[in-house]
């Protein structure tokens, strides 16, 4: 099978996920409303933190520190939920139909991945559109943007990864939804909803050694500094090394189950 | 079910280090001495309430296997129908109370209210364990599907974080403020944390007392009520 036609593939699969993900709205609710609310609740709970010198130094307002614990969380939610979807293709039957079609084996994986990306990039772009509305600003200008919308994308391709391999691995999407409490302590367990700089004893050690600490930084970065390559650096290549591995994941996790029907 | 049972369990215990973790500089600022102190009663309620909410998806399970058509035909008085799960949603309260004390003790939270301390908390979890496992019946008889459990689920949580659960009163801004002020949850947070936070009083606890008791009122007649329009 020649690249050309396996990118097509790709985009076709691609094409159909995100139209199953618009036909579930119920589904994509959760990944909008939680990060908004959870957002608009950190930035009312700890305005009063945000007016201290030392803060003013991380961001100009907690609404504005917000926004990048709010683009992860939202995107590790579309993301998993994605997977989700894939094992219910593989539980019931469309997965296999697939396999019995001349399909690329690649493109059933990498279109789902491709669905999360095109999610993760209109929910940046809806919440940026929501919080400039409520004053945030970003201080990085029009790349900034770039950079932060283009950071959301490549997470949900680490993730994306990493749940797509569990659900062809399982083929359960119970077990997929299961998994998602792991990645709800990741989000915990780093900088997305308070800054590091104000956690201590061993919380701070974990939130240190994170890596979602430091690609949520990286986003926090765009929204309130001038524009420096340290937030690429952060925010795009953090995540792309992340998806690298989880992708190899997802693909061994289908070759394993191609290799067992 | 265990596993109907352990998320329940693990989710305040692991809300309640996340939560100390992560805002424990936030609460100290509002001169909290242990973050412990401000999130273990939080988790207590929030876990109880959790845990209660299992009985929609028993009550579900009930009606979708034709249990329930059977009880409801049986000789029995109707309101038992509604009072036997909400005695059940104790006894699956319980268990994450004594899980996020274990953790709070861990974690050296203060008691200077001493034993009256854990006797608000306990109040005041179980209350909105009853409150929440009535609500989740009241929508289950008239959903009849598990988008009651989700629902109720939503009810509580939404009601929950719109209290003081993050930070007090005083620290909070703008609408959350003007919310939290007007929400009953702010007044059974009061009444249980109050042991961990000074000398457990009669004017920290009334408050929550009312609270619990008009929510109560009005959730076991929403329960009362959907069982009613269910048999029509």
Known sequence: ?261 | MPAAFVPSMVMPVFQLIAFSGAFGAAVKFAGIKNAMDWYVPLNAVQGASFGAMGVSFGLINDMQTGFFDRLLMAPTKRWSLVVGPMAGALVRAALPIVLVFVVGFIGGMNVPGGPMAFVTIVIAAIGIALVAAAFALGLTFRMRNMGAATLTQFAVFFTIFLSTSQVPLAAMSGWLHAVARMNPMTNVLRLARQGLLGDVTWSGTWGGLVALGGMLVASTWFALSGLKSLEK
């Open chain 1, 1 to 261: 099978m020649t690249l050309a036609l396996a990118t097509r593939h790709t985009a076709w699969l691609t094409y159909r996920s995100v139209l199953g993900r618009l036909r579930q709205p119920a589904a994509l609710t959760p990944s909008f409303v939680f990060p908004l609310f959870f957002a608009a609740l950190g930035s009312a709970s700890f305005s009063r933190i945000a007016d201290r010198p030392d803060f003013q130094e991380i961001a100009s307002s907690f609404l504005n520190y917000a926004v990048a614990g709010a683009v992860a969380q939202g995107v590790l939610f579309a993301s998993t939920s994605a997977a989700g979807d894939l094992a219910t293709d593989i539980e019931q039957g469309f997965f296999e139909r697939l396999l019995a079609s001349p399909v690329s084996r690649t493109s059933i994986l990498l279109g789902r991945l491709g669905s999360a990306m095109v999610v993760a990039v209109v929910q940046v772009t809806v919440f940026m559109i929501i919080f400039m509305a409520f004053g945030a600003r970003i201080e990085s200008g029009p790349i900034g943007f770039i950079g932060l919308v283009g950071s959301g994308a490549f997470l949900s391709l680490a993730i994306g990864g990493l749940m797509s391999g569990m659900a062809i691995k399982s083929g359960s999407p119970e077990v997929v939804q299961g998994s998602f409490p792991l990645v709800f302590a990741l989000m915990f367990l780093s900088s997305a909803f308070f800054p590091r700089q104000y956690m201590t004893g061993w919380y701070r050690t974990v939130a240190d050694w994170n890596p979602l600490s430091h690609i949520v930084e990286g986003m926090q970065g765009f929204m309130n500094q001038p524009l420096a390559a340290d937030m690429f650096w952060r925010a795009w290549l953090i995540p792309l090394g992340l998806a690298v591995v989880s992708i190899a994941f997802g693909l061994r996790s289908l070759s394993k189950r191609l290799a067992a029907l």
